[in-house]
C-alpha cells in the first residue's frame, strides 16, 4: 500500500504571490462542493485530517497546496457549484484558474472529482475544458460509488462519459472513501503523471 512519511499544508493561497515557489510536480484536484474532495485527498494519503472534511463556502475561496514526502504536490481547488455566489466571486474563480493553468508550468495533470450518483454538470465539463484547452492531461474520480447500486453502476459510468466526453486517455475511476476501492490504482496513474 502506498503510504507517505510526510503531508502537510504547505500554504492556503489566495493569489498567485502565494504560490509556494518550489519546483515540485503538480496534480489539480477539483470537483463540485461536496463532491467528495476532502475525503479523497485524506482516503489517498492515509490522514485524517489533512484536507479538512466538511468546509464551509466562505472558507474555500483558495487554492491549498499540499505537499507529499517533499516530493509531489496535491493543488486543492475551491469546490465550485454554490448556488449563491456573486457574479464578483465567479469571475474571481475563473480568473484564479486561469492564472493557474496558463502561468504554473510545473502542473501535471488534473483530478476531475464527479459524484458516481449524479450526471455531470456544466461546471464540471467546463473544468475539464479548461484542462484540455492548456493540454494538461486528466483523469476523472467518481466518487461515493459505494452508494450506487452494483447493478447500476455502468449506466452511471456510462452516463459520466458520455456527458464529460471523455477521450480513451480520459480514464474514469470509480472511488470510494469509505471502502478506498481502486485506491493504488488511482496512485499508480498519479504517479506516472507526477513524473511525465
Ligand atoms: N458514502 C460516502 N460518503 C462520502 C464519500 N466521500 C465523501 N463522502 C461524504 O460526503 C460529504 C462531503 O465530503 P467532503 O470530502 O467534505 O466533500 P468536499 O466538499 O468535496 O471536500 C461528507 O459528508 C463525506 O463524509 C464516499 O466515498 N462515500
Ligand atoms: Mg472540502
Sequence with gaps: MITFQKAELVISAPSKKEWPETLLPEIVLAGRSNVGKSSFINAMVGRKKLAYVGNTPGKTRLLNFFSLDDKYMFVDVPGYGYANLSKQQLIRFGEMMEDYFSERLQK???VLLVDARH???EDDKLMLEFARYHHLPS???ATKI???KKSYRKKQLDLIQSTLALTED???FPFSATTKENREEIWEKLFILFDS
Design 108 to 110: 501535471k495533470g488534473l
Design 119 to 121: 450526471k455531470p454538470t
Design 139 to 141: 483523469i476523472i474520480v
Design 146 to 148: 459505494d452508494k450506487v
Design 170 to 172: 480520459e480514464v474514469i
